[in-house]
């Protein structure tokens, strides 16, 4: 088993008055050449935006883009025709393919609104672009690891065009979970949304991330009541 430690402290940080923006991974103006990716996980942005702003229209191609509200209502519009609004307790997932364009603004009025914003390279180039949303109202669970992504658009989720799954938890203080890999040679991220838990006995708290491949499974205590997202990748881009 091998793994990788990013505490929260240690991320890039971007303040720009409308967005504050703190990169796991290297982005924009934070170059750390330690802190290229995590296999195909290439971007895992905790994004802050004020009220009534966002991102103005802007371009992506061939990259698989995942965007998680954890308080408040992001307005998404696209070159596809989706106007849609995604709030907590749903997930978006965008694959940009052969290219579109797409926008992001804060519709609160008094309030900022936070995202995770999580881009996957795809294993195929220049597909049709696609978009996907649901809210995970109805599928979250207490003290159980529960599947928010997939490559199959058929499991549970929302799917996209790479072999990953995405799952996330919710525990009290001394609930414990496994989760096994589903796909041999795949890694894990684990990134701390709330709390504070041990994984593989490592001690991590809000905001923390882990990376641990060459393993068949891991072990989660929460260690105070806590929740996490975790991220199974391929580990070659």
């Known amino acids: 088993m091998n793994t990788i430690l990013?505490?929260?402290?240690?991320?890039?940080?971007?303040?720009?008055?409308?967005l504050n923006s703190h990169h796991t991974f290297s982005f924009a103006n934070y170059q750390n050449p330690e802190r290229m990716n995590f296999g195909v996980l290439r971007v895992l942005n905790d994004d802050s935006v004020q009220a009534r702003m966002g991102f103005g229209t802007h371009p992506h191609d061939n990259m698989e883009i995942i965007s998680i509200p954890l308080e408040g209502d992001l307005e998404h519009?696209?070159?596809?025709?989706?106007?849609?609004?995604?709030?907590?307790?749903?997930?978006?997932?965008m694959s940009a393919g052969t290219g579109v364009t797409h926008s992001e603004k804060n519709k609160n009025k008094d309030k900022e609104v936070k995202?995770?914003?999580?881009?996957?390279?795809?294993?195929?180039?220049?597909?049709?672009?696609?978009?996907?949303?649901?809210?995970?109202?109805?599928?979250?669970?207490?003290?159980?690891?529960?599947?928010?992504?997939?490559?199959?658009?058929?499991?549970?989720?929302?799917?996209?065009?790479q072999d990953a799954w995405f799952h996330i938890g919710k525990f009290t203080k001394g609930n414990t979970a496994t989760y096994k890999?589903?796909?041999e040679g795949n890694g894990i991220y684990a990134f701390i949304l709330e709390g504070e838990v041990e994984i593989?006995?490592?001690?991590?708290?809000?905001?923390?991330?882990?990376?641990?491949?060459d393993t068949e499974s891991i072990q989660i205590k929460a260690t105070e009541n806590a929740r996490i997202l975790l991220m199974e990748v391929p580990m070659g881009m």
């Open 181 to 183: 890999i589903k796909k």
């Open 115 to 161: 995202f995770l914003q999580i881009w996957i390279v795809p294993k195929e180039k220049n597909i049709r672009p696609k978009y996907d949303q649901i809210s995970l109202k109805d599928i979250e669970k207490e003290n159980e690891l529960y599947q928010i992504l997939s490559p199959n658009k058929e499991d549970q989720g929302v799917w996209i065009h």
């Open 200 to 213: 593989q006995s490592e001690e991590l708290s809000e905001r923390d991330g882990l990376g641990i491949w």
């Open 77 to 93: 519009k696209d070159s596809m025709g989706n106007v849609t609004i995604i709030k907590e307790g749903d997930v978006q997932a």
């Open 6 to 18: 990013h505490k929260a402290a240690t991320r890039g940080h971007a303040n720009h008055g409308w």
